[in-house]
């Protein structure tokens, strides 16, 4: 009987832990995902979707976004696009931030590429020479390498203390121009060469600054390779005068083919 008794208490120690440790678990589970917590997209023009059709309201959203084209995917439990064209950080610290809360599970961004200058440098380099060209890249190359990461981390902190238990993806931009394509008119060579430059730079201090976050990195530039201007399939528009705000955004293809199964991927 003694040894009875003891391999009772030891049965009853033992259901109790394990009682215990699945207690823990549960409230420890894994944070909220896009499919339980909903999904936020935030960002500038290449995530709302500037170029790719059916851009409306005045942040000129689309349905045909990347954002949009994952939503009617997957079917998140909710989903808000948020991003806006002509958007830098301190428009989604300021004005969409508030889309998030603790039980979002999944946030999408693009931003930087107005903090630095991409439409001023695109047009300068349309329309003025190849030094001026030149120049301006190099001067937003300076103002991003001072500044950029600490923009970034403002917003980056914004997003985590806004939504505590989401995975946040951070995509990059594509590289603009196929290089040494001979027949590629336009721009000269040396200056389609130092605007890629300047959106590799971009890339790089991005993916440092969100990698140190604890966010994942969704790039690209590598799908993208093939498809950019200067190739024989276009992914995104190049300059249009008819209609300069779509001008070097992605097309419904590079939302698509490109941006989608990058971020698709990227999230888990």
């Not at 991003?83 to 961004?109: E, R, Y």
């Not at 001067?139 to 238990?165: C, D, K, M």
């Not at 950019?228 to 705000?245: A, F, V």
Request: hydrophobic share 40%.
């Amino acid at each position: 009987m003694p040894q009875i008794k003891s391999r009772l208490r030891l049965l009853t120690a033992a259901v109790s832990t394990a009682t215990a440790l699945a207690m823990a678990l549960l409230l420890t589970a894994a944070p909220a995902n896009a499919m339980t917590g909903g999904y936020v997209a935030l960002g500038d023009s290449y995530s709302s979707g500037v170029g790719s059709g059916s851009e409306s309201g005045s942040c000129l959203q689309s349905p045909t976004a990347y954002p949009g084209l994952w939503n009617s995917a997957h079917h998140p439990s909710s989903y808000r696009m948020v991003a806006c064209s002509g958007a830098k950080t301190t428009d989604v610290n300021n004005n969409q931030l508030s889309a998030l809360s603790s039980s979002t599970g999944l946030v999408s961004i693009t931003i930087g590429g107005n903090d630095v200058g991409f439409s001023n440098i695109m047009t300068t380099c349309v329309l003025y020479s190849e030094s001026a060209c030149i120049a301006a890249v190099n001067q937003a190359e300076a103002y991003a390498n001072a500044n950029l990461a600490n923009l970034l981390n403002v917003t980056y902190n914004g997003i985590r203390s806004h939504a505590p238990n989401a995975q946040v993806v951070v995509l990059s931009y594509p590289v603009f121009y196929q290089l040494g394509v001979w027949y590629c008119v336009g721009l000269s060579e040396n200056s389609r060469a130092k605007i890629d430059e300047g959106i590799n730079l971009v890339d790089s201090i991005t993916k440092n600054t969100a990698v140190a976050h604890g966010f994942t990195f969704a790039d690209v530039r590598s799908i993208f390779v093939g498809h950019q201007l200067c190739s024989g399939d276009k992914w995104l528009h190049s300059l249009n005068y008819s209609d300069l705000t779509e001008s070097y955004h992605p097309t419904a293809s590079g939302q698509s083919g490109g941006y989608l199964p990058v971020f698709s991927a990227a999230v888990k």
